[in-house]
């Protein structure tokens, strides 16, 4: 029973060093492997119509892309 008291502790140690280090990084969390974007899926949801957040930020997207396009003519 001891061995499992150290084990534990020992691994509570660590996600509280762990969760130490998150908070004063204030960092966002990231994959390390890119996502859903790497295997080609555009979206994680099913539906036919992004949500208005979703389709503002592709008519951002396309805007910023038209000027980079319309600055190596």
Known sequence: MSVFLITFAFFLIIVAAMAVGYIIQQKSLAGSCGGLSTLGIDKACNCD?????????ERQAKLKGEQINIRNL
């Open 49 to 57: 119509n992004p949500c208005e957040k979703r389709q503002e930020r």
